[in-house]
C-alpha cells in the first residue's frame, strides 16, 4: 500500500509588506509590518502537510540558487522536519523570490521573479525513485508558474505533462494545482497537462481561465452552474478523477462520472483577515491529506475550508496552520448540495 506525498513545483522566500492601504499610480502607502517567509506551490503544500501533523511519507522536489535564499529554503524544510529533500541547487539561477504587497481585510499582489524555478524540468522529477520509495502522491504547483515545465514542445506536449504522465506509468497518482496569472495563453498551457492528471485543485478564477467559462456574473456573483461547467469541461479535457474548485463561497468536487458536490464556506470578518497569501494552498493541503487517507468528499472539503480559513489569520503563507485534529474538531458538518 502505497504512503506519502512528494511536491514539486516553485520554491519561492516571499516578502510579505502589510500596507495602510491601495495607492494610485504614483502615490504613497505606508508599510506597518513586513515579514519573511517561504512560499510557492511545493513549499507552501508540503509545509501545511507537516504542520497538520502527517505520519506519512513528504518529499521536496524542485530548484533553488546557490545563495541565501536557497539556504533559508533548505532551514525552513528541516525545520519543519523534511527529510526527504530532492532539491536541485542550480549554480546560474537565483532562488525564486516574490515581493508581496498585502492590505488586511482585502487582497494582495505579487511581484515574482522566477530565477530557478524557470529552469525546473522534467529531467529533476526523481519519478522512479519515488515510486520506488512507495510514495502515493505526486503534487506539482503551480502550472503556468514553471517557466520550462509550461513550454510547449513542437508536438504539443510540455514538460509538466511528461513528468506527470511518468509519475502515473510508476503507480503515483497526481494532483495538480494552478496559480492566478491570468494570461491570454493558460488554456493552452494547462490542456497537456490535463489528461495526466488524477485531481485538479484550483480557484475559480483559475478554473474559468483553465476552460474559457466566465463563472463570475457582471455584479461578481459567483455562478454555480457555470461553476459546475467548467469542471466538466475540464474532467472532459482529461482530468481522470476530479476537478475540486475553491472559491470564497465554497468549493464544488466534481468527480468524473458522478455528481458534483457543492460545499459552502463560513464566512469570516474583515478583522480576522491578516494576510490571504497561501490560504489557496492550505485548502489544497487539506484536500491532498483528505485524498491520501480515502475521507469521503464532503469531509475532505469541510476540513479544506477550515484549513484555508485558519491561513489566513497568519502573516505569511504557511504559520496560521493548526494541526490535523485542531481542523477535524473545527470542522463541523455543514449542508452539501449537488
Known amino acids: 500500500m502505497r504512503r506519502g506525498i512528494a511536491c514539486a513545483g516553485d ?20 508599510i506597518g509590518v513586513a515579514t519573511t517567509g517561504v512560499g510557492g506551490g511545493a513549499v507552501n503544500v508540503v509545509t501545511d502537510l507537516a504542520s497538520f501533523g502527517a505520519t506519512f511519507p513528504l518529499a521536496a522536489i524542485g530548484c533553488v540558487g546557490d545563495d541565501a535564499n536557497g539556504s533559508l529554503i533548505a532551514a525552513h524544510c ?20 516574490t515581493l508581496v504587497m498585502t492590505v488586511p481585510g482585502d487582497s494582495r499582489t505579487f511581484f515574482y521573479h522566477g530565477g530557478a524555478n524557470d529552469a525546473f524540468a522534467a529531467e529533476h522529477f526523481p519519478v522512479g525513485e519515488l515510486a520506488a520509495a512507495g510514495y502515493k502522491f505526486l503534487y506539482l504547483g503551480y502550472l503556468v508558474l514553471l517557466g520550462a515545465l509550461d513550454a510547449i514542445a513542437p508536438d504539443g506536449s510540455t514538460g509538466a ?10 503507480g503515483m497518482l497526481t494532483c495538480v494545482d494552478c496559480v492566478s496569472d491570468i494570461r491570454p495563453d493558460f488554456a493552452a498551457v494547462v490542456a497537456p497537462a490535463l489528461p495526466h492528471c488524477d485531481y485538479l485543485v ?39 478523477k476530479a476537478v475540486v474548485v475553491h472559491a470564497p463561497e ?13 460545499v459552502a464556506s463560513t464566512p469570516l470578518a474583515p478583522e480576522d483577515i491578516v494576510s490571504p497569501v497561501g490560504a489557496g494552498d492550505a485548502f489544497c493541503a487539506a484536500v491532498l491529506y483528505g ?22 489569520g497568519g502573516a505569511t503563507a504557511t504559520d496560521g496552520i493548526p494541526p490535523m485534529a485542531t481542523l477535524l474538531e473545527r470542522a463541523e458538518p455543514t449542508e452539501a448540495s449537488s
Open 78 to 97: 528541516a525545520r519543519i522536519g523534511l527529510t526527504d529533500m530532492r532539491l536541485t541547487k542550480l549554480k546560474d539561477a537565483a532562488t525564486g523570490y
Open 161 to 170: 505533462a511528461r513528468a506527470l504522465e511518468a509519475a502515473r506509468a510508476a
Open 202 to 240: 484550483l480557484n475559480e478564477v483559475e478554473a474559468g481561465c483553465a476552460a474559457a467559462v466566465a463563472v463570475r456574473r457582471a455584479d461578481g456573483s459567483l455562478d454555480r452552474a457555470a461553476l459546475k461547467a467548467a469542471a466538466a469541461r475540464l474532467i472532459a479535457a482529461g482530468v481522470q
Open 250 to 262: 465554497g468549493a464544488l468536487w466534481a468527480p468524473r462520472g458522478g455528481a458534483p458536490l457543492w
Open 291 to 312: 485524498l491520501h487517507e480515502d475521507w469521503p468528499p464532503a469531509k475532505t472539503m469541510r476540513v479544506a475550508h477550515g484549513s484555508a480559513a485558519a491561513c489566513l
Open 11 to 30: 520554491w519561492i522566500v516571499d516578502q510579505v509588506y502589510v500596507a495602510s492601504h491601495w495607492p494610485a499610480r504614483g502615490d504613497l502607502a505606508r
